[in-house]
């Protein structure tokens, strides 16, 4: 296991949900974080002092991340903050638009594909020349149980969390033996605000009862950036809903 103190750690769509608790958490660890957001900057300033108050270095920039550009200039802007180069990428902005079959458009699946899945590779592309420099780097991108069931919120959605197994795998291939780890992390179901309008007997459908947590999630993250012989996985937090 590595020791994770004095590190440094980007978290897309740290806002809030699982993304904050996974922020959090590694501050918790002594990982200086810079967490991004799109909109919601009172609640992103509310995770920076967050962090702070745990004793580490913190900063919350606000990114599109489908602006290939915009992303360039806050990894840069990231690593000024922190002091050096990320050590551990976390890809979990996203978006979830429910679309049935007669309501998907064209729009619905580029933002989809350019939200939840180019936005990690260009992530990535970003954070990852330092990493091999350093021989040293973790890459945990943020899937769901729709990439392996195709879930309840349309076929757009579940592509879109099917290509970060891809992505991770092409990756973790190429990377293998050079310190660098890229892995997933598939969740079901976690209480966060994504799942507050389903229906109240949603959480019927997994197995272990109820629904999954973000701490739940976030002691992965934590796993998969301190250790360095997990790669190319998806690890599957989901209480039972796809067992492979």
Known sequence: ????????????????????????????????????????????????????ALGVACT???????????????????ERALGGA???????????????????TEDDWHE???TNLTSAFLLTQAVLPAMRQRAWGRIINLSSVAAQIGGVVGPHY????????????????????KG??????APALIDTDMVKGLPAGAKNLIPVGRYGTVDEIS?????????????????NVNGGLYMS
């Open 1 to 52: 296991m590595s020791e994770l103190k004095g590190r440094t750690a980007l978290i897309t769509g740290g806002s809030r949900g699982i993304g904050k608790d996974a922020a959090l958490a590694l501050a918790r660890e002594g990982v200086s974080i810079a967490i991004t957001y799109r909109d919601q900057r009172a609640a992103a300033d509310e995770v920076r002092q967050q962090a702070e």
């Open 180 to 185: 660098v780890t890229v892995n997933a992390i």
């Open 219 to 235: 002691d992965v993250v934590v796993m998969l950036a301190r250790n360095a012989f997990i790669t190319g996985q998806t690890i």
């Open 60 to 78: 919350a920039l606000q990114l599109d991340v489908r602006d290939a550009a915009a992303i360039r200039g806050v990894v840069a802007e990231a």
């Open 86 to 104: 990320i050590d551990v990428l976390v890809n979990n902005a996203g978006v979830a638009v429910p679309r049935d079959l007669d309501t998907l």
């Open 112 to 114: 989809a594909i350019t």
């Open 158 to 177: 579940a592509a879109s969390k099917a290509g970060l197994h891809g992505l991770t795998h092409g990756y973790a291939r190429f990377l293998a033996g």
